[in-house]
């Protein structure tokens, strides 16, 4: 029900009922303007894109608390979304009301942002914000979400670059006794250090040389699925790596856990970063104590992270001829694309081989187009 009055004092009063039956009215000083919002009230109504204007009134802070608790998420999707929110968003626009929440507001927060974090973190956090927004409008709070045209800073084209065999090694020296074998591991399986976290000693057959991956340790410290469906795996691996674990074993009997501490409790996140970063701390102190004996400047070590194993794993299958394929499934990725994206640079000989491809499919074009000899293509190479 929709209807215009002419007030006392000369204005024109707009009233509609809405789908709940709540009544919203507007003043115009014109009929014209009046009968326009009403008409354009009328046609969301019908096309169901209506939006109660008290539903935006809602604070961003209040809207996002209450989206965050509707979300079945895993627990890494929790705690990005989680400091997203808390860190970032709620302190720039918590106390904002949804309605108020222009595409402008967006971009100049965005462009703090990018002054503090790196792109992958920037783009973390508006991705979180997309979500809330979209939320939004599905559950008629906004009309649109602001989140459109948002310029965000580049990602950089970064090519992974692997840790030598010789910084492998060292690391694998330096690390505690209790968890040496876990370097060897993760450098001859390619395995995620979740992964090696949640595996049990029954998950290495020795006799096969194989490591099932059923299950992953997640950072608060409960076992959860593996990060996709394709890394439920079974990886093949060499006798330097099933040495290390029958070594490992034999000093640390364990009937359930394959890495434990030395508590006797399995094996967390925080006790390995814990003893990675002292190892790497380690060999800095050794490079400089070195430099200083010798009388030269010390030189500053790469900073290593765990996952540069899997790297370093995936970088001397392909140095060693694995196909795509091959490196996809013992790293689980979920599609070969993803693979590529990665290390596509490091496969050998590729250059040539589209060359030598190319020369094999053009070849019928060199009667058309004359023959070439090999003078001709040292005097071009001379005056290219």
């Not at 996809?328 to 990665?342: D, E, K, N």
């Amino acid at each position: 029900m929709a209807n215009i009055q002419k007030r006392p004092n000369g204005k024109w009063r707009a009233r509609y009922r809405d789908l709940d039956g709540k009544e919203h009215a507007r003043h115009f000083e014109r009929k014209l303007d009046a009968q326009r919002w009403l008409d354009e009230v009328t046609a969301s109504i019908v096309t169901g894109q209506y939006v109660d204007p008290r539903a935006g009134r809602v604070t961003f802070e209040k809207y996002a608390e209450k989206w965050e608790g509707s979300l079945i998420a895993s627990e890494a999707g929790e705690r990005i979304t989680d400091n997203a929110l808390r860190l970032h968003l709620v302190p720039a626009l918590g106390a904002r009301s949804m309605a108020a929440i222009r595409r402008n507001d967006i971009q100049v927060l965005f462009k703090h942002l990018s002054d503090q974090l790196g792109p992958g973190s920037v783009r973390n956090v508006y991705d979180v914000l997309v979500r809330v927004m979209t939320a939004a409008v599905d559950d008629k709070v906004i009309a649109s979400s602001p989140c459109c045209r948002i310029t965000l800073p580049a990602m950089p084209d970064e090519e992974v670059t692997p840790p030598t065999v010789e910084q492998v090694e060292a690391m694998a020296r330096v690390m505690p006794p209790y968890i040496r074998a876990a370097i060897v591991t993760l450098a001859g399986s390619g395995l995620r250090i979740g992964e090696l976290l949640g595996l049990k000693v029954s998950d290495v057959d020795f006799k096969a040389g194989t490591i099932r991956v059923e299950r992953q340790r997640l950072q608060s410290g409960k076992i959860g699925a593996p990060k996709t469906a394709k890394s439920r795996r079974t990886v093949p691996v060499g006798e330097v790596v099933t040495d290390a674990l029958l070594g490992h074993l034999a000093a640390r009997s364990s009937k359930e856990w394959l890495f434990t501490m030395e508590e006797g409790e399995p094996l967390n996140y925080r006790r390995w970063k814990t003893e990675w970063n002292g190892a790497r701390k380690a060999l800095q102190a050794a490079e400089n104590g070195a430099a200083e004996r010798e009388g030269r400047k010390p030189v500053e070590l790469p900073h290593m992270v765990t996952h540069d194993l899997r790297h370093f794993y995936a970088s001397a299958l392909i140095a060693g001829g694995a196909s795509v394929k091959q490196v996809q499934l013992v790293l689980g990725h979920a599609s070969a694309v993803i693979t590529l994206r990665i290390y596509a640079h490091l496969w050998p000989g590729e250059e040539d081989r589209t060359r030598t491809v190319m020369d094999a499919v053009l070849g019928g074009l060199r009667t058309g187009c004359g023959q070439v000899g090999d003078e001709t293509r040292e005097t071009a190479g001379q005056t290219a």
